[in-house]
């Protein structure tokens, strides 16, 4: 009996403990390391005041709103073409039509479908008289193949409720989508599984076998789930090969899972040689790419994670693009992981002359670019490893920057190099280096590096 009352006692004892700890961690929140924050946005701040005085280069809004010869990367070399030498068709009412009745005149959705009906290719614009318009759409777009939905100068925004993607392109080839501001609104908490059972959709979600697409001088903020995924889809079959896509002089803003880009090709397998590489075998050698995709002259202005976060076989060229990241707040009081690009289960990610401003937790790394064998990064389960050269890059504080495998990412030449404009980031400096960018994303974005900027990487 005694010896039952001192375990009574001491169980008492730690419970009285725990109870007096408690309050300690509900409030013990993680906290932002303040210095890097303060950095960071004088950094971003400087350069957009440094950016306003580049005058020279030529402006988007000053040519005709197709500029498909000069698509840079993947989508360029596959001669994607979107609509052109097809109809044309204007949109002239900012209106859309409730799910499953008839489009309204004149409306995007209209103008959507007519290449559906007509199996034909469109190139869709917008008249002068919708500049700075909203179009709430009330269910998904879904662009058939040979499509321009070009909204360059005109100030369009598509916006939408959380849980209604704005456009999706599955299983699709040669579609353009350029000079879009996408906006979703309102959301707070997490993305899945909530208990009003309106899960968040995508900005634009891209799945299945897809080949010549491009997404070129958009706008992207607060998009639901993620501002553009790039996914065949968990427990779908493996696309066909082809995949050839370019994203470039896009701005994702402020969201907390920016972009997502990969296929199914692990699932809750154990890593191996067959379906997922693990490099750390060194007889493991890479899966032919089935996406290949150029991200080039981006600027990834505060999301929180995803910037991309890149997955099986896919092959990713990410160059001159800046990530600022930083710990996106869902607006219930918590915050997700915090990461630029994360790469893992067998993708090859070729980095070059990218810049990396990354504000996280207090005492935690900021983590630039990384798999799963980078120090201080922590994992999922069933994940391996995947394989990234890095060249060039450049770290703002001391983001980690890694290598896995280098030697077994193709090096990657177009056949017009001069089309991507490589820009050598370490010669500008962090500042200069954002200011040049930021002169060249989103619908007003110029067409050309100014003079300043030109300095060529090797």
Known sequence: MAKYLNVLVASCRLFALWAFLMPQVAISAPTLDEFAQDRAMSL???????????????????????????????????????GQGGVVLEVNSDQDNEPRTRSLPGTLREAVEYGYKHRTATRIVFSPNLKGHMIRLQSALRPSDNTTIDGVCTGVTLIADANVALIIVANRTNIIISGITLRKYAYTGENKGRAD??????????????????????????CGDGELDITSGVGKPMPDAGGRMTIAF????????????????????????????????????????????????????????????????????????????????????????????????????????????????SGDPAE???????????????????????????????????????????????????????????????????????????????????????????
């Not at 030529?58 to 709103?65: E, F, L, M, N, S």
Request: hydrophobic share 35%; aromatic share 8%.
């Open 197 to 222: 059972g309106k899960d968040f959709r995508d900005c634009i979600t891209v799945s299945g076998s897809v080949d010549r697409l491009a997404f070129l001088y958009n706008d992207f903020e607060a």
């Open 250 to 361: 896009n701005r994702f803003g402020h969201h907390d899972k920016a972009m997502l880009m990969g296929t199914d090709g692990c699932g809750n397998a154990t890593p191996g040689p067959v379906d997922c590489p693990d490099y750390a075998n060194g007889s493991s050698l890479p899966l032919a790419p089935l996406y290949k995709v150029t991200l080039f002259a981006n600027f990834f202005e505060w999301a929180g994670q995803r910037q991309p976060r890149v997955f099986g076989r896919v092959l990713l060229d990410a160059t001159n693009n800046v990530f600022a990241f930083t710990p996106f707040d869902r607006g219930n009081g918590t915050s997700g992981s915090t990461y630029a690009i994360f790469a893992s289960n067998g993708a090859l990610v070729s980095a070059q002359n990218n810049l990396f401003v990354g504000v996280p937790f």
């Open 368 to 458: 630039g670019l990384t798999t799963t064998t980078s120090p201080g990064v922590s994992i999922s389960l069933h994940e391996s490893q995947a394989a990234i050269r890095s060249q060039g890059n450049l770290a703002f504080g001391h983001e980690i920057i890694s290598e896995n495998r280098p030697e077994l990412v193709p090096q990657i030449s177009y056949v017009d190099p001069a089309a991507l404009q490589r820009i050598d980031f370490r010669l500008l400096g962090a500042r200069d280096a954002l200011a040049c960018l930021i002169t060249r994303i989103g619908p007003n974005g110029k067409l050309e590096w100014p003079s300043s900027c030109k300095r060529v990487a090797r």
């Open 44 to 82: 971003v701040n400087s350069a957009k005041l440094q950016a306003a005085k580049m005058e020279d280069g030529d402006i988007t809004c000053r040519k005709k709103p197709t500029n498909v010869e000069k698509i840079p990367g993947f989508a360029g070399e596959a001669q994607t073409s979107g």
